[in-house]
């Protein structure tokens, strides 16, 4: 197994910023780091980063992505009410030879 | 406008097949990868499937392995699910998205019910 892990909730103030983590081994974030999605209720995914910190066009510089060995992160900064949402990361695996999002973590902002 | 358009979900007995479908429009289909992916009411996306830009090569997870096909038709710019032997657990709405390593465009979803 994959073995994602992202931390279940995260609960932050406005205009605060906010650090996600995903955890997990050298076949996967290790290996090609972390895409990051974003998904409002009732919505579809929506990306926000890949290849750890490429930023489709469109989505704010608030979002920024990083990797520190087999651990991806996600930084929001300047924290809105539109960011509270679901938060995916996304990475191949070369050892299972297969995409695998983790557990999500869902973001409040207070 | 780049647009993915999922059609062919709906409700099927334990063990039955079906075959959902995915319309792309606003983009040379041809030059991506593309994907399937399901999420359960109340759960995460889980990767299904994904194909080559030409068909060559694909992949699938561990659970729909030897039950689920992914194929495409370039000329109409379609992208297919088969589903045979269909279990309670595949009750998913089904995405497609587009993407090598970028999941950048995403359908409406349809959604699978088995039961």
């Known amino acids: 197994q994959a073995g994602l892990t992202q931390p279940p909730s995260v609960s932050k103030g406005l205009r605060q910023t906010a650090t996600l983590t995903c955890t997990g081994n050298?076949?996967?974030?290790?290996?090609?780091?972390a895409a990051w999605l974003q998904q409002h209720q009732g919505h579809p995914p929506k990306l926000l980063s890949y290849?750890?910190?490429n930023r489709p066009s469109g989505i704010s510089e608030r979002f920024s992505a990083s990797r520190s060995g087999n651990t991806a992160s996600l930084t929001i900064t300047g924290l809105q009410p539109e960011d509270e949402a679901d938060y995916y990361c996304?990475?191949?695996?070369?050892?299972?030879?297969?995409?695998?999002f983790g557990g999500g973590t869902k973001l409040t902002v207070l | 406008e780049v647009q993915l358009v999922e059609s062919g979900g709906g409700l099927v007995q334990p063990g039955g097949s079906l075959r959902l479908s995915c319309a792309a429009s606003?983009?040379?289909?041809?030059?991506?990868?593309m994907h399937w992916v399901r999420q359960a009411p109340g759960e995460g996306p889980v990767w299904v499937a994904r194909?080559?830009?030409?068909?060559?090569?694909?992949d699938y997870a561990d659970s729909v392995k030897g039950r689920f096909t992914i194929s495409r038709d370039n000329a109409n710019n379609t992208l297919y699910l088969q589903m045979n032997s269909l279990r309670v657990d595949d009750t998913s709405l089904y995405y497609c998205?587009?993407?090598?390593?970028?999941?950048?465009?995403w359908g409406q979803g349809t959604m699978v019910t088995v039961s």
């Open positions: 998205t587009r993407g090598g390593d970028a999941f950048d465009i």
């Open positions: 996304l990475v191949w695996d070369s050892s299972l030879s297969a995409w695998v």
């Open positions: 606003g983009f040379t289909f041809s030059s991506y990868w």
């Open positions: 050298r076949n996967n974030v290790g290996y090609q780091g």
């Open positions: 290849r750890n910190n």
């Open positions: 194909i080559h830009t030409d068909g060559s090569s694909t």
